[in-house]
């Protein structure tokens, strides 16, 4: 198995269908929408990074395929602001966009800036059009207006329609240092009152509860959150912060009003069961997931991938950009009850012609592949083909049996009656390892389908329809080429090279 890499790369494993920067950092989504059937998406935006100035990057797309990057749409301007316009979301009003999101104070002198030092101011901007960002910015909640248990950290408002009114979520974390959601309704969208409170029952789950967001779907509601601070387990919470969801019984804002006011109570509702969290994806660098309802009645997630983790000191090796976020994924919900995620319909325009798997075109068709018996792979009856450009859309249908998905000689895909395994085995994966999902995590018991899609130096691959993802970053040391190899059982198996995204204004 080749360990070697070039530390100083000729390319820069830029992406050719997924959403980059010419410059900068690239964070959490934000403020997705459909105004006038155009797809408005932004994101948490470092233009000059490593620079720390955080704002909102803009991009718009009619089909997902062809996109207009906008820049930097919204900076900071106010004082409430100061230290960033962070995470937030955005409604559509007439012909109008309104963006909400948090304006961060960071005060000079000896803070911790979690109990004192910080100010989290929830901010309105509206955007006629969805493209004037010049207008007056509001500033509709400060500190004061969350309740007295509440630290200094609360942000990215989730604001949504419902029951004629509007409502918006906080992420919120306690005094005591305990992760909960904050509730808040408006008639008006401006004048916001406080009106319930969540965390669950019992020993806290994580310290801050980020970015927050209700999924409606089917007929079910899920609020879909990133617990920080939720201690790593053998085969859950692996990464140094994770996200998911909780399934709720009935109405959301049924379950948070039902604590009567927060701002008169002692602490947060404990209405949840912490076993009942549910991840969303057991790989590397998924977090910060969003959702919105689009003009055609779909509910569509973004999530950042980017994450980082210190302890295990993960890389990142491109040079003047860095992050991007996922495919668009259309959520919905099987007959288990579990929210699933699968790319929206769109995303298959991207395919183009079909690329045969054959047993010609495989890794190892004469048995194995590396080069000590301690690191040798068996592909004995595998199939496979190359793929040009390092993207591909692969498809694993009809899965009878245990064996291998290799993606180059650099990361594995293992099925095994127990478990589904992602496996760097080359330093592709700069200091990242081995990720495993149980098949008991699976509402069938075992793996059944698997599809994933590779662009350049990003996998996302999507498990039994959806119902978990496994998302990753990987650096190659080619990324003209993409050699894929499978001996997993199966009743159909195919492949299709990706065309680039339709990029302006980059």
């Known amino acids: 198995m080749r360990m070697a890499f070039d530390p100083e790369p000729a390319h820069n494993w830029r992406l050719r269908c997924h959403l980059?920067?010419?410059?900068?950092?690239?964070?959490?989504?934000?403020?997705?929408?459909?105004?006038?059937?155009?797809?408005?998406?932004?994101?948490?935006?470092?233009?000059?990074?490593?620079?720390?100035?955080?704002?909102?990057?803009?991009?718009?797309?009619?089909?997902?395929?062809?996109?207009?990057?906008?820049?930097?749409?919204?900076?900071?301007?106010?004082?409430?602001?100061?230290?960033?316009?962070?995470?937030?979301?955005?409604?559509?009003?007439?012909?109008?966009?309104?963006?909400?999101?948090?304006?961060?104070?960071?005060?000079?002198?000896?803070?911790?800036?979690?109990?004192?030092?910080?100010?989290?101011?929830?901010?309105?901007?509206?955007?006629?059009?969805?493209?004037?960002?010049?207008?007056?910015?509001?500033?509709?909640?400060?500190?004061?207006?969350?309740p007295a248990w509440c630290s200094c950290h609360v942000r990215d408002p989730k604001v949504w329609r419902q029951d004629g009114r509007l409502w918006m979520l906080l992420g919120a974390r306690t005094l005591e240092d305990r992760g909960c959601v904050l509730l808040y309704g408006s008639d008006d969208g401006v004048a916001w009152q406080a009106e319930g409170s969540l965390t669950v029952r019992g020993p806290r789950f994580g310290y801050m509860w980020e970015c927050p967001n209700i999924a409606r779907v089917d007929g079910h509601e899920f609020l879909l959150l990133c617990p920080q601070g939720v201690p790593k387990r053998p085969f859950a919470m692996q990464c140094l912060h994770n996200a998911g969801c909780f399934p709720i019984e009935g109405r959301l804002i049924d379950l948070m009003r039902a604590g009567g006011d927060p701002m008169q109570a002692a602490g947060p509702q404990e209405a949840l069961d912490a076993g009942s969290f549910r991840e969303l994806d057991f790989g590397f660098d998924f977090y910060a997931q969003q959702a919105f309802e689009d003009e055609h009645g779909r509910t569509i997630m973004f999530?950042?991938?980017?994450?980082?983790?210190?302890?295990?000191?993960?890389?990142?090796?491109?040079?003047?950009?860095?992050?991007?976020?996922?495919?668009?994924?259309?959520?919905?919900?099987?007959?288990?009850?579990r929210l699933c995620q699968l790319p929206v319909e769109e995303c298959d325009a991207l395919r183009l012609e079909e690329v045969p798997l054959t047993a010609e075109g495989a890794r190892g068709t004469s048995g194995h592949v590396g080069g000590t018996t301690c690191d040798e792979f068996d592909l004995t009856g595998a199939v496979g083909a190359a793929f040009a450009g390092c993207a591909a859309d692969i498809e694993?249908?009809?899965?009878?049996?245990?064996?291998?998905?290799?993606?180059?000689?650099?990361?594995?895909?293992?099925?095994?009656?127990?478990?589904?395994?992602?496996?760097?085995?080359?330093?592709?994966?700069r200091y990242r390892t081995v990720r495993r999902l149980p098949a008991t995590q699976l509402s069938s018991g075992r793996v059944e389908s698997l599809r994933v899609v590779v662009d350049t130096s990003l996998v996302e691959a999507y498990v039994n329809g959806g119902e978990f993802s496994l998302t990753t970053r990987w650096f190659p040391d080619d990324v003209s080429e993409l050699r894929v190899s499978s001996n997993i059982p199966v009743s159909s198996a195919r492949g299709w090279t990706l065309a680039p995204y339709e990029l302006s204004g980059v």
């Not at 009878?400 to 592709?428: N, Y």
């Open 303 to 337: 999530g950042w991938v980017g994450q980082p983790d210190p302890e295990k000191q993960y890389d990142v090796p491109t040079r003047e950009w860095i992050h991007t976020l996922t495919w668009p994924r259309e959520l919905s919900v099987n007959e288990a009850g």
């Open 396 to 429: 694993l249908l009809g899965i009878q049996g245990a064996g291998r998905l290799l993606l180059d000689a650099d990361l594995e895909f293992l099925v095994t009656p127990d478990m589904l395994e992602l496996a760097f085995t080359s330093p592709a994966g």
């Open 20 to 146: 980059q920067t010419p410059t900068g950092r690239i964070g959490d989504p934000n403020g997705l929408s459909q105004l006038d059937g155009t797809y408005h998406v932004f994101h948490q935006y470092t233009p000059y990074w490593p620079a720390r100035t955080i704002g909102w990057g803009h991009w718009t797309t009619p089909d997902f395929r062809s996109w207009e990057f906008h820049g930097e749409d919204i900076a900071p301007e106010l004082a409430q602001e100061a230290n960033g316009a962070y995470s937030g979301s955005a409604i559509v009003d007439g012909g109008d966009l309104w963006c909400y999101y948090t304006g961060n104070v960071k005060h000079p002198g000896d803070h911790d800036y979690v109990h004192d030092g910080r100010e989290a101011n929830e901010i309105l901007l509206v955007a006629p059009g969805g493209a004037d960002f010049s207008g007056k910015r509001k500033v509709l909640l400060a500190n004061a207006d969350y």
